[in-house]
């Protein structure tokens, strides 16, 4: 809600300036004093401002559904607290009658299929009640093959009711993982349901297929979840899109499922891969084995810790860069002026600094300079949101390792660090 509201505020500001960009040029009009080449920068910033106001609006409308997604799991939420009643009901009274009614009755196996249906029904009601509650990731022991078995009880009615033929095969002796139930549960339904909706796009008379299996990696100690459907695939062009946030072909879809279990497998050290083509597509999911997990979070913990110096004037990304790597367990400071640099340069040892190449006060490449005069040392790397091929040059002559474009992502900011120091982030 309060992005939604930040993301309105922006909206108007930006009104605010387009509307006074549209007084501006009439002034000029009239006044007909300005030249061309200043009519047409003029007319370039107005396409940006423009643009930007677009990207904002579709922002805005991506939030309301974030909204609408949110509000849907809190109702979701407490219709089945309102199912959970009358089932509970039910639940007592039939195994109440299984144990008053005799074996001989000619009601006692009705009486028992009831308590069955009853008692499938409450695990069913239980799953789906943890899965639309359950928000922080609680990390146990568990076996993949027991989530893998929850999490298709829950789609059985889906995969009938598209008509598709699906099976699942476990592995044996699979080694336990260190993770979520949960959270993995919501993994394998959602590239499940992906494969079912994609299989439900064939023909009337196709036959569809869905196979899920589970085997175990000894070369790299892993565990993994394999998918595959005989379904239309992938075309060629969204590929490399699939994982993106709200990114989908499917109408009044938002276009996070994919997205989400990435994200729920990186929370496990894990991952997810696919290739595809017509008639097969299939997806990997890998997740290290509880020995593995161990050790790779002992290595993430003996990665160096590293001091980073943002120079910024806008302090969101300093606080970005907060977020990302302090996680990590790195030291991030924050700096918007000339002076705060070079006392933090003074005092502390930074491994590394990212400045802007434009600050409103303070041109980014006079303090790349005055951090040299402190720390020749220091690896710096610019950043900059404008083409600005003068200013790039003249932070390459002054000593900047490299011109980071915005918008950039971790991946980009771990390789400046490697390349410069040499180290991991």
């Known amino acids: 809600m309060i992005c939604f509201v930040l993301v309105s505020l922006l909206l108007i500001a930006l009104g605010v300036v387009v509307y006074l960009q549209r007084k501006s040029d009439r002034a000029n009009k009239l006044l007909k004093a300005a030249k061309s080449e200043s009519h047409k920068q003029l007319a370039k910033k107005s396409a940006e401002v423009f643009d930007i106001v677009d990207k904002l609006r579709k922002t805005q409308m991506v939030l309301l559904e974030s909204g609408r997604a949110s509000a849907l799991a809190t109702l979701s939420s407490g219709i089945l607290h309102q199912i959970s009643q009358p089932i509970t009901a039910l639940y007592g009274m039939a195994k109440y009658m299984k144990e008053e009614v005799k074996e001989d009755d000619k009601f006692y196996k009705p009486v028992c299929l009831m308590e069955e249906q009853a008692v499938e029904l409450k695990g069913k009601l239980e799953n789906l009640m943890q899965l639309v509650s359950h928000h922080k990731l609680v990390k146990e022991t568990i076996n993949i093959n027991d989530v893998i078995t929850k999490a298709m009880g829950l789609l059985v009615d889906e995969m009938k009711k598209r008509r598709i033929r699906w099976l699942a095969h476990l592995g044996q002796d699979m080694p336990v993982i260190y993770g979520d139930s949960i959270a993995l549960q919501q993994v394998i339904m959602n590239i499940a349901m992906n494969s079912a909706q994609s299989l439900e796009g064939t023909e009337k008379d196709y036959i569809r297929h869905f196979v899920i299996s589970s085997e175990y990696d000894k070369t790299k100690d892993e565990i993994m979840i394999i998918f595959i459907d005989n379904g239309p695939g992938i075309i060629a062009t969204d590929q490399e899109k699939v994982f993106e946030p ?52 002992r290595k993430e913990q003996d990665v160096d810790k590293l001091k980073i110096l943002v120079v910024d004037d806008k302090k969101i990304i300093g606080d970005v860069f907060d977020v990302v790597l302090g996680r990590k367990g790195h030291e991030v400071k924050y700096a918007n002026n000339l002076k705060d640099v070079i006392s933090l340069v003074k005092t502390v040892n930074f491994d590394m600094a990212f400045v802007d190449i434009i600050i409103p006060e303070t041109d980014g490449i006079e303090i790349l300079e005055e951090i040299k005069n402190v720390r020749a040392d220091l690896p710096v790397a610019m950043m900059t949101g404008y083409s600005v091929s003068d200013k790039k040059e003249q932070a390459q002559m002054k000593g900047a390792v490299t011109i980071l474009k915005k918008p950039f992502d971790l991946d980009d900011v771990r390789k400046v660090v490697k390349e410069a120091t040499g180290k991991e982030i």
Not at 255 to 263: D, P, T
Not at 264 to 273: C, D, F, K, T
């Open 246 to 297: 709200f990114f989908t072909t499917k109408k009044n879809a938002l276009g996070i499922g994919l997205s989400l279990c990435k994200n729920l497998l990186a929370e496990h050290l894990g991952s997810i891969e696919f290739t595809s083509e017509r008639e097969e597509t299939i997806f990997k999911v890998r997740i290290p084995s509880k020995n593995s997990h161990a050790l790779q979070v």
